[in-house]
């Protein structure tokens, strides 16, 4: 996607500050041993995540993978939830839907379209991300998203980028992954 067509913009984001915060006390913690997400955040993160979309459980996995695997870095984490703030607040008006997608539900690692494993089931989570319907076991942008993107010159970012601007278009999405940045 060309810099005209980004659905993303990093200007007047009000909360960077906090996040950044976060990100990087949630860090530490995490290398401190602190693994309950039940007592991991502090009322006012959860009050930040809340306002922006979010649910603890995505952040502590994003938060977990950075500590375990050095990725998702703060620059990541920060754009995908830009992402998921905004489509929260301009396309579904800052409520939540109320719906979880199950790990069940989604098409298993080895299902393909046009050949490309994998694709069904990281488009699904890219979907259920953006609108926060992800169940808690599951998570957008796991050790194994990571490198199919990178395979295509892609990021999470990036890639949520395209599944918004086309929607239920499966046969678009695959080919703008395939087209690259």
């Not at 998921?84 to 298993?108: D, I, K």
């Not at 169940?135 to 010159?153: I, K, N, Q, S, V």
């Not at 892609?154 to 918004?164: G, N, P, R």
Request: glycine share 8%; proline share 4%.
């Amino acid at each position: 996607m060309d810099g005209q067509d980004t659905i993303m913009s990093l200007s007047n984001v009000s909360w960077e500050a906090e996040f950044r915060k976060l990100f990087e006390v949630g860090s530490d913690r995490y290398q401190q041993g602190k693994r309950e997400v039940s007592s991991f955040f502090q009322p006012e993160e959860l009050e930040l995540l809340q306002r922006i979309g979010y649910r603890a459980q995505e952040m502590f996995d994003f938060l977990e993978d950075h500590v375990n695997y050095g990725a998702p870095d703060y620059a990541t984490a920060y754009k995908v939830a830009v992402l998921r703030e905004r489509y929260f607040r301009e396309v579904q008006g800052g409520s939540w839907t109320g719906q979880v997608v199950a790990a069940s539900q989604l098409p298993a690692k080895t299902d393909t379209m046009d050949g490309v494993a994998w694709f069904p089931r990281l488009v699904a989570k890219a979907r259920a991300k953006l609108a926060g319907e992800l169940d808690e076991p599951t998570m957008y942008g796991c050790a194994g998203d990571r490198p199919f993107l990178a395979g295509y010159g892609h990021t999470l970012d990036s890639f949520l980028e395209i599944v918004w601007k086309h929607g239920e278009n499966d046969e678009a999405i695959l080919k703008a992954l395939r087209q690259g940045p």
